[in-house]
């Protein structure tokens, strides 16, 4: 015969909604099987009951023939031939009746008694097991859903344990419920052939044996057939009996090896976790916003397929698609009051998705594995051993490597000089340069810097100046130390305007800044501290490149965060082997303890490449630099036009000067000419007002004698 479907008991823990699909085929042929069993059992019924009534009316019919004899008839009279043959059928027809009542209880044995079996037992059990079944998985849902509700804020020891003992119950319940269901499908695949053909079996046996009185032939016609159909049924029989057997010892095997799995949260100690994956499928909480602050959280079922995100509801029957998780990223958030959270964001910033695992296990796995998925490490050829090596390469980041420590140790000088604090391997954020081969680690890198990994952007000296100014002269001021006038006017003035979405990866104080080497040895040294402490989360901002300045501003209030003058970057640059990554270096005045002027390497993540990012502060730099440069020469003109006026005033003033004392020397010269005496004999007679005005011209005159 043909094999047989079967249910795969090893996958009843993980119970995906592919088994669960699985599961609803077989269910709906139990129930297929159930309704054509039934059907089947009615007509099978429906001959048994013929063939009690063909016995009852063949012995009914033998005894009125026997009681032909005794009958009086007005008209008949007395038959002795009739009545013999009547009796010879009577007789006939009593050993047919026999025969029948043989047959039926044949068939009662053989026919009715296996199918009744099958209906009465084995389909009962499936609709028994099928409902208890869905008690278990019900039981659990509940179990998981207070155990996704534990506070991380109010933990209560004692409430926790009760709901991760209620969870090891009902999963564990579950699991067993189900192996024992699935083992009853799976036998039941036997047993409706069993059930079909065995009874039929019965049947035709039965009637054989009724008709060998009169039909030896036949007989031996149907026995050959008959004998194979038998021998059939037992070979069945022995195959189930077998798989029964294999079936409950692999229940045995998988509840052993199951236990530490019933437990929501394990051991990290005895469940080791898997940072190698590139694929991986599992149950999540997902969080779906339902209103402005409100959100709600639903179970479903996860999985990766190549570069995508997948999700599956339980009733579904294929997967939908979730996200690209191609070049995403992705990092541990706290949501909610809820434990085992992290988010994925999409490569273009614009889709953000919120899963919460059952354990911190599994939540690690899961976004070890999405890193390597954002890597694109699926699509080699050996992916586990490549997400191996570069984890690993990440591990061995900060671990010393014995030759470069001996080279670092043989440019030092060997009298009294203390042992290098700091080592390197080769870099993990590029390759390493030849200029970076012959240099000492600190002359790049301050030893015993501490790495910043988020934002503190506090309000400055300047800000809360402006603030307290603003607040005594009654004008509000914004409270994140933020001036709506400056960015208005960054934002009117400024010629550049370039923004792009970037994550802070992290800064720590450098020492050199001449080559873009100081650049690439703060990535690795972030990078590796970030795979070392297991810190994933970082912070997104806006960068807004101007001809000014460069600004970090918060993508929701729109607040600047960081604000860097264009002045002060010195040098930018890009990783050479991942384009999303790079950094720039910041000259601060003022920016160490002892006063003297301090150097930052910034490192960020971005969306875009990090090339254009580079290219567009360079285009600033200069677009500054050409600016700068017009407004010296604009000013340089203005002072050149100032002293030309000034000299155009100058010698206008000398000008007037020069005619002032031509008119004043005219006057002079007219006043020294004695007056004729009038022609008339008269003397002319000044008044006191002409005596006056005359005394007034005299010392203008003067005056004008002595300003000349």
């Not at 437990?263 to 100690?269: E, G, K, L, T, V």
């Not at 969306?607 to 407004?631: P, T, W």
Request: include cysteine; proline fraction near 4%.
């Amino acid at each position: 015969m043909p094999g047989i479907d079967k249910l795969p008991i090893e996958e009843t823990l993980e119970d995906s909604p592919q088994t669960r699909s699985l599961l609803g085929v077989f269910e709906e042929d139990a129930a297929a099987i159930s309704s054509y069993s039934n059907q089947l059992f009615q007509a099978m019924q429906r001959i048994y009951d013929a063939q009690n009534e063909l016995s009852a009316a063949t012995h009914l019919t033998s005894k009125l023939l026997k009681e032909y004899e005794k009958q009086r008839f007005p008209l008949g009279g007395d038959d002795e031939v009739m009545s013999s043959t009547l009796q010879q059928f009577a007789k006939v027809i009593d050993e047919l009746s026999s025969c029948h009542a043989v047959l039926s209880t044949q068939l009662a044995d053989a026919m009715m008694f296996p199918i009744t079996q099958f209906k009465e037992r084995d389909l009962k059990e499936i609709l028994t097991l099928k409902e208890v079944f869905q008690i278990a998985s019900d039981d659990h849902d509940m179990a998981i859903n207070r155990y996704s509700r534990l506070s991380k804020k109010r933990d209560n020891e004692k409430v926790r344990l009760e709901v991760m003992e209620d969870v090891y119950t009902s999963r564990k319940k579950q699991h067993q419920t189900m192996m024992h269901y699935f083992t009853a499908l799976n036998t039941l695949q036997y047993k409706k052939k069993i059930a079909l053909l065995e009874p039929l079996l019965g049947y035709m046996q039965a009637q054989i044996s009724f008709f060998k009185l009169g039909s030896e032939n036949l007989t031996q016609q149907w026995e050959d057939f008959l004998s194979t159909i038998g021998t059939s049924v037992q070979n069945v029989r022995r195959e189930m009996d077998g798989e029964v057997d294999v079936m409950q010892q692999t229940i045995q095997d998988l509840e052993q090896a199951s236990d530490l799995l019933y437990m929501p949260d394990p051991d990290p100690s005895k469940v080791p976790i898997n940072r190698n994956l590139t694929r991986k499928a599992g149950y999540l909480n997902t969080r779906n916003k339902t209103g402005l602050v409100s959100s709600s959280w639903d179970r479903q079922y996860f999985f990766t397929q190549g570069g995508n995100l997948m999700s599956q509801a339980r009733g579904d029957v294929a997967g939908g698609l979730v996200m690209d998780i191609d070049n995403c990223s992705v990092m541990a958030v706290d949501c909610e009051d809820r434990r085992f959270c992290f988010q994925i964001t999409s490569f273009d910033g614009k889709k953000v998705a919120v899963l919460q695992a059952e354990s911190r296990k599994d939540c690690e796995e899961w976004i070890s594995t999405i890193n390597n998925i954002s890597k694109r490490i699926y699509l080699s050829d050996n992916p586990e051993e490549i997400a191996a090596r570069v984890n690993q390469s990440a591990l061995e980041a900060v671990t010393p490597s014995p030759s470069f420590q001996q080279r670092h140790e043989s440019l030092r000088p060997s009298a009294g000089r203390p042992k290098a604090g700091r080592t390197s391997s080769q870099s993990s954020a590029g390759s390493e340069s030849p200029a970076l081969s012959s240099l000492s680690l600190d002359a790049l890198v301050a030893p015993d810097t501490p790495i910043q990994f988020d934002i503190i952007s506090p309000v400055s000296e300047e800000y809360a100046g402006q603030t307290k100014s603003a607040g005594q002269g009654g004008r509000r001021t914004n409270p994140f130390g933020e001036s709506g006038e400056t960015q208005s006017e960054d934002s009117e003035d400024s010629i550049l305007h370039q923004l792009y979405i970037v994550r802070f990866l992290g800064c720590m104080e450098v020492r050199a800044t001449e080559s873009a080497d100081v650049i690439y040895e703060t990535m690795r040294q972030i990078l590796a501290a970030r795979a070392i402490h297991n810190i994933f989360r970082m912070t997104e901002s806006h960068l807004l490149v101007t001809c000014d300045c460069l600004k970090l501003i918060d993508p929701q209030t729109q607040v600047t965060r960081l604000r860097f003058p264009l002045s002060s970057v010195v040098l930018c640059a890009s990783h050479q082997e991942n384009k999303r990554l790079f950094g720039f270096v910041l000259q601060t005045a003022g920016g160490r303890a002892d006063g003297q002027p301090g150097t930052v390497c910034y490192i960020f993540e971005s969306n875009n490449d990090g090339e254009k990012i580079c290219d567009s502060v360079g285009l600033a730099k200069q677009i500054a630099f050409h600016s700068e440069m017009d407004r010296r020469a604009t000013e340089k003109q203005k002072e050149l036009e100032k002293a030309k006026e000034k000299q155009q005033e100058e010698l206008n003033k000398q000008k007037q000067i020069e005619k002032d004392l031509e008119e004043q020397s005219r006057l002079i010269a007219a006043s020294s000419r004695p007056n004729p005496p009038p022609a008339d004999g008269q003397f002319l007679v000044l008044s006191n007002s002409q005596s006056e005005d005359s005394d007034a011209g005299e010392e203008g005159r003067k005056k004008g004698e002595s300003e000349a």
